[in-house]
């Protein structure tokens, strides 16, 4: 089965009638960037945030829209907002990417990693972090 990203880039491609080579040159992105998105099965890491913009822009595509379909192919679910299987889904207002990616994120760590990422959010909002509960 093709991931979120696989199937975004794949759908777009068939109702569009497009190439990678045309993603590519609308986005300003390599082609071999394209074709490796749309053809691997697992994503590794989330892509950088120049090839999101260049593949949402090749795509003719919100970038909300695409950077969500990456975060699920590197399994991370973004939860609310659109579906990413919907290609003219736009984001709702108000929302921001990096902070619902981050959240979905953090839900992934261990119990102990995630007390450590709230003392560093609370240091970094210059709060004294609480301490951590006894066991």
Request: aromatic share 2%; hydrophobic share 35%; net charge positive.
């Given at each position: ?8 880039i794949?759908?777009?491609?068939d ?7 045309d993603?590519?040159?609308r ?10 998105l749309?053809?691997t099965?697992?994503v590794v ?5 120049t090839?999101l913009?260049?593949?949402a822009?090749?795509l003719?595509?919100?970038l909300?829209?695409?950077r ?9 679910h973004?939860y609310?907002?659109p579906d990413t ?5 736009a984001a709702p ?6 902070v619902e990616?981050?959240?979905?994120s953090v ?5 102990e990693d995630?007390?450590?990422?709230a ?12 301490p951590a509960?006894?066991?």
């Open positions: 089965m093709a991931n979120a990203l696989q199937q975004l794949r759908e777009r491609l109702r569009k009638g497009w190439s990678y080579g993603v590519a040159r986005g300003g992105v390599p082609r071999s960037t394209v074709h490796h749309a053809t099965d697992r890491r989330m892509p950088q945030a090839t913009e260049g593949l822009k090749g003719e595509l919100p909300d829209t695409v969500r379909a990456a975060a699920e192919a590197c399994g991370i973004v609310g907002g299987r919907d290609a003219d889904a207002r108000g929302t921001d990417p990096e990616l981050l959240i979905a839900q992934q760590l261990s119990a995630r007390r450590h990422v003392a560093l959010v609370e240091s970094l909002l210059g709060r004294s972090a609480r509960p006894e066991k």
